[in-house]
């Protein structure tokens, strides 16, 4: 398996240009999150899905939208950046069904996105 | 609202030496904790959770944890750091109501293990 995979690695947007952060999974889970990482903060929860068709809003969702079409694809859209969003995405996934629902989280390298 | 809190930044610790990364949460109802490592331009990598049962949990590469309720802590410990476990490390909580299953992270503290 290879996990949970991102793509790109690293971007640089002008502001107001938009873009798509790619992210897959091939574990056949059926949680997926997005979460961005700020320098000295923790990870902060953008968008959710609990399963192909059903996404929802995390903490900080402004400026970003998301869409689940399919269990493995869950990618995250940026409309006109901002400096704002300059941070390190991560996509993360989970297998939450049952007695699987205490699994932990797994997830993705990460993309470095640098908006100027 | 839940949260965690961890209280240093850094941590230094000479190699052979036990180490402790320090975890405080609050949440409505029983805890559902986690602990995640992550290297340099790498994503988080699970390290151990607690979820119900015996209050020390082990985990991966020689590290366990401690639950205490009546501190709402939940510290990372290991008997013997390497220098290899230098390295930035997360507490995160999951409320056990919260049908999203997210998880909400700590700021992070930073191990640094000397030879």
């Known amino acids: 398996n290879a996990g949970v995979t991102q793509t790109p690695k690293f971007r640089i947007l002008k502001i107001g240009q938009s873009m798509t952060l790619q992210c897959t999974q091939d574990?056949?889970?059926?949680?997926m999150y997005w979460y961005r990482q700020d320098p000295g903060m923790g990870l902060k929860l953008i968008y959710y899905?609990?399963?192909?068709?059903?996404?929802d809003k995390g903490e900080v969702p402004n400026g970003y939208n998301v869409s689940r079409s399919t269990t493995e694809d869950f990618p995250l859209r940026l409309e006109l950046a901002a400096p704002s969003q300059t941070s390190v995405y991560f996509c993360?996934?989970?297998?939450?069904?049952?007695?699987?629902?205490?699994?932990?989280?797994?997830f993705g390298p990460g993309t470095r996105l640098t908006v100027t | 609202a839940q949260s965690v809190a961890q209280p240093e930044d850094q941590v230094k610790v000479a190699e052979g030496n036990p180490l402790t990364v320090k975890c405080t949460y609050s949440?409505?109802?029983?805890?559902?904790l986690f602990w995640y490592v992550q290297y340099p331009n790498r994503g988080l990598q699970f390290l151990l959770k607690?979820?119900?049962?015996?209050?020390l949990v082990k985990g991966s590469y020689g590290f366990e944890a401690e639950f205490n309720k009546s501190q709402t802590s939940f510290h990372l410990k290991k008997p013997s750091a390497l220098v290899s476990d230098s390295a930035l490390y997360f507490c995160?909580?999951?409320?056990?109501?919260?049908?999203?299953?997210?998880?909400?992270f700590g700021s992070g503290t930073r191990l640094l293990v000397r030879p």
């Open positions: 574990m056949n889970h059926n949680y």
């Open positions: 995160a909580v999951r409320a056990p109501m919260d049908s999203s299953y997210k998880l909400i």
């Open positions: 993360a996934s989970s297998d939450s069904r049952g007695r699987d629902r205490f699994n932990e989280q797994y």
């Open positions: 899905s609990v399963g192909a068709g059903i996404t």
């Open positions: 949440v409505s109802g029983n805890p559902y």
């Open positions: 607690y979820i119900t049962g015996d209050n």
